[in-house]
């Protein structure tokens, strides 16, 4: 009788909520792998390197929720997740970077993503963001919710960036050329022509107020995935 009703409870309870894990990097999949898996309620349903495979493993598995890097190779996971939110609208989407969350974080929630978390942050927080966002509820760090709070209610805000002026499309040029792009590659990758690559390069120059490509490329390229962005001034880079 044990036995049956321990059965017929396993029947009740809710088939895990599957999650698809986008990042580029095998290792970190892993990891990402094992953290979620030693949850009851959650399961890693499949894995993806780029965002092509992305959109194929979201149609083909029909995750629940998809964990998204900002940096892959080719398409950023910015445009993936707008992709994905025309294409699967109830497709919960956290988004996941080592990047400073000044520069990435209300980027991915305007595009459509439910959060934004750090690759820093221990694994039990990843697993408070996964649930949140499966809740339909919104997971950010305690710092940039109090600048979201800030920025409604007029007072200043901290740590703000000087690439929130750039738009989305201004932003991947930015952060190609910071990988090492060409401007001819960055139009293959983008599917843009070289001309409106310019284009877009010289209103980057102009809004950061830089007076050169080669000190816009410079700028792009500073350290530690763009960390030292969010502060000091574009025009006194050497």
Do not use: W
Request: with cysteine; hydrophobic share 40%; glycine share 6%.
């Amino acid at each position: 009788m044990a036995t049956k009703a321990k059965a017929s409870a396993a029947s009740l309870s809710p088939a895990p909520k599957k999650i698809l894990i986008v990042d580029d990097h095998p290792m970190l999949r892993e990891g990402l792998r094992g953290v979620i898996n030693r949850e009851r309620e959650l399961i890693v349903c499949g894995e993806a390197a780029n965002a092509a495979q992305a959109m194929n493993a979201v149609q083909r598995l029909a995750p629940d929720l998809a964990l998204i890097d900002i940096t892959l190779p080719g398409k950023s996971g910015l445009e993936l997740v707008k992709d994905l939110k025309v294409l699967h609208p109830n497709l919960a989407i956290l988004a996941i970077s080592m990047h400073d969350e000044a520069l990435y974080a209300e980027r991915m929630l305007r595009a459509g993503a439910g959060g934004y978390i750090s690759k820093h942050e221990p694994p039990e927080e990843l697993i408070k963001a996964i649930h949140l966002v499966l809740d339909r509820r919104v997971y950010v760090s305690r710092e940039l919710s109090e600048n979201l709070l800030r920025r409604f209610s007029g007072l200043p805000q901290t740590n703000r960036s000087p690439m929130e002026i750039l738009t989305d499309r201004e932003f991947e040029i930015f952060r190609l050329l910071g990988e090492g792009s060409s401007p001819k590659e960055i139009a293959r990758l983008l599917h843009l022509s070289a001309k409106t690559v310019a284009v877009h390069s010289a209103n980057i120059r102009q809004k950061l107020n830089l007076k050169s490509t080669s000190r816009l490329i410079r700028f792009a390229v500073q350290s530690e995935g763009f960390k030292q962005v969010t502060g000091g001034e574009p025009d006194r880079v050497r």
